[in-house]
């Protein structure tokens, strides 16, 4: 079964930019998750989505926004691009939506604001 | 949201047995606990997940005493492949704890 993919890879960017980028969970996973990854605030969560809803929402500005289609691909949109959004963008997926059920995690897209 | 506490950083030499102890003394009746493994440039990888008692599978050992009020990862002879950023989290399924990370404990293994 093939895992989770994200594209691009990697992206740079200039400050007042916008940004998409896009996951897609693993077959038959309906639930999908967006965090941001730097080296100083570790690991945070975004939002999840579920069946094309955002079931929950970490702590970020309405800059950053996401997603989820009915193949429950999923993108997330950061707009106008500060430097402090460079950073690893993670995507997971898992069966079900919250829960402690485990989640599958892409390779990562790697954003460069420049 | 982060429910957990663990220790920032621990080092262990090569082939010696590693517990990592997360605390959460807040843990709810219906909450499991979950470990996950973060190498650099990664995505956390699951490891292991328990209600409680003990929970084995291949990588890992996970202790959970009665209260519940902390785990312990146990990872046995660890080698140099097992540096890594390891996460304890607490939720139930229903809710968002889940989906947070914290900080998590760095393990760096020595030869």
């Known amino acids: 079964k093939a895992g989770v993919t994200q594209t691009p890879r990697y992206l740079i960017k200039t400050r007042g930019q916008q940004v998409t980028l896009s996951c897609s969970p693993i077959?038959?996973?309906?639930?999908v998750s967006w965090y941001q990854q730097t080296p100083g605030q570790g690991l945070q969560f975004l939002f999840e989505y579920f069946s094309e809803t955002q079931r929950n929402k970490g702590n970020f500005p309405g800059r950053f926004s996401g997603r989820q289609f009915s193949n429950s691909r999923s993108e997330m949109n950061v707009s106008t691009l500060e430097l402090g959004d460079s950073a690893l963008y993670l995507c997971?997926?898992?069966?079900?939506?919250?829960?402690?059920?485990?989640?599958?995690f892409g390779p990562g897209t790697r954003l460069t604001v420049t | 949201l982060a429910k957990t506490t663990q220790p920032i950083s621990m080092d262990s030499y090569e082939g010696q047995e590693v517990n990592i102890t997360c605390s959460h003394n807040n843990i709810a009746t219906n909450d499991y606990i979950t470990w996950y493994q973060q190498f650099p440039s990664q995505g956390p990888r699951f490891i292991i997940q328990g209600y409680k008692t003990k929970v084995t599978n291949e990588v890992a050992s996970l202790f959970i005493p009665a209260d519940r009020k902390s785990s312990t990862l146990s990872l046995p002879r660890v080698s140099l492949s097992d540096t890594a950023v390891y996460y304890c989290l607490v939720g139930d399924r229903t809710g968002a704890n889940n989906l947070f990370f914290g900080t998590g404990t760095r393990l760096t293994v020595i030869p």
């Open positions: 077959s038959g996973h309906r639930s």
């Open positions: 997971a997926s898992s069966v079900l939506a919250g829960g402690p059920y485990e989640q599958y």
